[in-house]
């Protein structure tokens, strides 16, 4: 008998307490994971912004650096280009990224949107769900759900097949549905909240045994979490909406994405340690995500508009996954202070107190024990400050915290920093520089007469490239009999570059910017008498990314006009002729095996040249530790790079910033994509450049050990 109620309980420890503790839980603390609290140090790592090879050293380099957990977005539009086709191939293999943040012993963080924003194309959303009939994206539309909840459900399915929320025994912790929904919400009026309802049933009702947050959404429907994205949000968050949800932060930016014609922006560590501290001491907060921790490089066309190719460079890793410091070592030397006493900050109670008109500090006591935890803030911008704290004097720097572990021994102040600086070696290994290296294509500017798509008016620019090119020609017939002496083409645009010609001849460009959204291009034209080839090259970098109505935005040309002497004739309404992108996209010019069915020419001239192709080969660099490998793109104008066929991104090198420098000079080829020798690089240049200068560089830093 005592036998066999000892089997029962022993069946029942061995199954029952196992299933009881494999929900991950939380309270007004903190997550709970397997019954024990945890404060949480996340980081983003986007993984096809790297590459697969790329993986386990940035997450080993995130695990040193003292992150438990790494968190991504799902990217829709990689994986399901089609309605029904999906791809979970190379770059795009979310499975093997997790299994590997799994193996070396991290947790996840899975934002499965299916909107994303982030500086992506499009937000995340494939290109087609512009034409699903009757849709509106993010609110209470019919179509929007359905493909919505069929893709959330499709992620969730996949991890739970492959056993990997942590509910199951992998690394998965926590879920995002939707995205900085709170932003637009408004914008939906009812139909808005009723969404926000909708995807909160929805997820929940997924069964995952990991809870969902929703970041920025104040109102989050429970169980899910509201959670705060932001520079300070020690400062910021108005904190969870129950007293039984923890306060998280989602997205502590390290730095912030760049555009073409801005500079980096640079968040010192200090700044970055001092707000990280402020949350957890201010705010009780239990997770933190840096946001980037590595943010890679928008590889082909998927920066959305205007965002450069190199994407938060100014992380702690940066864009090749190099160690930045201090900013690396100073945050693990935080996140070490703060785990040395985590349980002190999980278990005790927190109070409150103040030590000047601008210095205040914070307790957190265990009731047992006594253990104790302080953190002392000095929030004066530019003093340095004594207070006393338990018959003790501390100087505290200006703008800083220090931890006290003990509320005895400062271990840590954020703004002392003891890591070294360090420094990015760039050295060139390779300049193109020899002409018979060299081939070009001069791609062909389309007369109204070669082209298929017409219409009587100026088409949506988007909706006719359905995003399968940058590039979306409109061609016109002008006839023309006055004479007139001076004589003017304005075209007015609302997307991002156009370039003019006049019967195959450059008249001029001009574009806009991330902040200017409607620009003119104004040029003198040379009219013949009969009839004039007008042909108009509307160019995005980047579908947009951000805001309601998404699918209603116009981008393209919006009103063209000649003005011939006192004369104005408005050729908006005229019958234009289209082309979606350019012969050489059409034909794959970028892929070794189908150039070769193009007739090269020699190098021609190395300035002004629109609308070229080039090609060349080279080896890769031999060094010793595989060092990154960047091509210097200095001397050219804009376009776009291929290296064996894989697009490395878009450059725009003649786009300057206040200071009269170009954003980006340097383009990331991961390694993964080289070969040992005659690696096939591609260049299309927009508007004149000199490949001449181009050189291939190897990426280091001083740090020999990174
Ligand atoms: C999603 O839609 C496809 C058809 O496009 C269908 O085959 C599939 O079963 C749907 N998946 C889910 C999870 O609803
Ligand atoms: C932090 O937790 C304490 C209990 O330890 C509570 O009294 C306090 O209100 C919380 N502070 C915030 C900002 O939530
Ligand atoms: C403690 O913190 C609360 C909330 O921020 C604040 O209102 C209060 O003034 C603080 N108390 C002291 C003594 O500083
Ligand atoms: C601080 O010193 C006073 C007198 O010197 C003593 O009464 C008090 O207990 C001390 N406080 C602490 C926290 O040690
Ligand atoms: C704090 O520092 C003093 C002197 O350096 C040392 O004696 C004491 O043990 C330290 N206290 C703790 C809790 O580490
Ligand atoms: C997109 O193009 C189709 C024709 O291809 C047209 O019927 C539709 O109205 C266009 N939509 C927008 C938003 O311009
Ligand atoms: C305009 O294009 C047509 C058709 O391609 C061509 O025949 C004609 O010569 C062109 N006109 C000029 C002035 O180039
Ligand atoms: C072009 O056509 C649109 C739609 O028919 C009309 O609203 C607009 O006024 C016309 N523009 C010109 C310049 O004729
Ligand atoms: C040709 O190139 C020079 C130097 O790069 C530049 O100043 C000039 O504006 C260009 N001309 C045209 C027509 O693009
Ligand atoms: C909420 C928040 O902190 N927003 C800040 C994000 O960063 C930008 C750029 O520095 C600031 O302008 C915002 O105020």
Redesign the pocket.
């Known amino acids: 008998m005592e036998n066999w109620v000892g089997l029962v309980i022993l069946l029942l420890v061995s199954f029952t307490l196992p299933m009881a503790e494999a929900e991950i839980t939380y309270d007004g603390r903190s997550l709970i994971i397997h019954g024990q609290r945890k404060i949480l140090f996340s980081g983003s790592i986007h993984y096809p912004r790297s590459t697969p090879q790329m993986w386990p050293e940035l997450i080993a380099k995130a695990k040193e650096g003292g992150l438990n957990v790494i968190q991504t977005y799902v990217f829709w539009n990689l994986h399901e280009p089609q309605p029904g086709q999906y791809d979970f191939s190379g770059r795009y293999d979310l499975v093997r990224f997790i299994k590997e943040i799994q193996a070396q012993g991290l947790y996840v963080c899975l934002r499965i949107g299916p909107y994303i924003e982030s500086e992506w194309t499009y937000g995340g959303f494939p290109f087609w769900l512009h034409d699903v009939p009757g849709i509106v994206y993010r609110t209470d539309n019919e179509p929007f759900k359905t493909h919505m909840q069929n893709f959330t459900t499709k992620i969730v399915r996949m991890m739970q097949s492959e056993g990997l929320y942590a509910s199951e025994g992998g690394p998965i912790i926590l879920s995002q549905i939707e995205n900085e929904y709170g932003n637009v919400e408004k914008a939906f009026g009812e139909g808005g909240a009723r969404y926000v309802e909708w995807a909160a049933k929805m997820v929940v009702g997924l069964k995952t045994g990991v809870p969902w947050v929703m970041c920025k959404q104040t109102d989050a429907p429970d169980p899910l979490i509201n959670t705060c994205n932001g520079m300070r949000c020690g400062e910021t968050f108005t904190g969870p909406n129950s007293p039984n949800k923890p306060a998280l932060w989602t997205e502590n930016w390290t730095s912030f994405y760049q555009v073409y014609g801005g500079e980096p922006y640079i968040r010192s560590a200090e700044d970055i340690a001092f707000h990280v501290t402020l949350f957890i001491a201010r705010k009780n907060g239990s997770y933190v995500n840096y946001y980037m921790y590595h943010g890679g490089t928008n590889l082909g066309r998927t920066s959305s508009a205007y965002v450069i190719t190199g994407y938060y460079d100014q992380a702690p890793l940066d864009e090749y996954g190099l160690l930045r410091q201090p900013k690396w070592g100073h945050l693990k030397e935080l996140h070490a202070a703060i785990k040395s006493c985590s349980t002190t900050l999980l278990e005790g109670k927190q109070s409150n107190f103040s030590l000047g008109q601008l210095q205040e500090g914070y307790v957190f006591e265990e009731e047992e024990g006594g253990k104790c935890v302080a953190f002392l803030v000095n929030n004066d911008p530019v003093k340095m400050f004594t207070v006393q704290f338990r018959n003790r004097s501390y100087q505290l720097p200006p703008m800083s915290i220090s931890i006290l572990p003990y509320c005895q021994n400062v271990t840590f102040n954020t703004a002392i920093v003891n890591t070294k600086s360090n420094r990015r070696i760039i050295n060139p290994v390779q300049i193109f520089s020899s002409a018979d290296k060299w081939e070009q294509f001069q791609d062909v500017i389309p007369n109204f007469d070669r082209t298929s798509l017409i219409s009587n008016s100026l088409l949506e620019h988007m909706n006719v490239t359905k995003d399968k090119s940058d590039y979306l020609w409109y061609t016109l017939r002008f006839e023309h009999n006055l004479p007139c002496s001076e004589s003017k083409l304005y075209v007015q645009s609302a997307a991002h570059v156009t370039h003019a010609f006049a019967d195959g001849t450059?008249l001029?460009g001009a574009h806009g910017s991330h902040s200017v959204k409607s620009f003119t291009l104004q040029v003198p034209i040379t009219l013949n008498e009969g009839t004039n080839n007008i042909s108009i090259l509307s160019v995005m970098v980047g579908l947009p990314d951000a805001g309601a109505f998404l699918e209603r935005r116009f981008a393209g040309l919006t009103t063209v006009e000649i003005q011939c002497g006192e004369e104005s004739y408005d050729l908006t309404n005229s019958t234009w002729g289209y082309q979606v992108g350019l012969v050489g996209e059409q034909s794959e010019i970028y892929e070794e095996q189908s150039s070769s069915c193009i007739e090269w020419s020699p190098l021609g001239s190395t300035?002004?040249q629109t609308l070229v192709w080039y090609k060349t080969t080279f080896d890769s660099p031999k060094t010793k530790g595989d060092e990154a490998v960047a091509l210097n793109l200095e001397s050219m104008g804009k376009g776009q790079v291929w290296v064996n066929g894989q697009s490395i991104g878009r450059y725009w090198i003649s786009f300057h910033d206040s200071k009269a420098q170009p954003s980006q000079t340097l383009y990331h080829v991961p390694r993964s994509f080289l070969k040992d020798s005659e690696n096939f690089l591609v260049l299309f240049e927009e508007a004149?450049g000199n490949p001449l200068h181009i050189s291939i560089n190897t990426v280091s830093s001083t740090n020999i050990d990174d």
Request: net charge neutral.
């Open positions: 450059y001029g300035s002004n004149g």
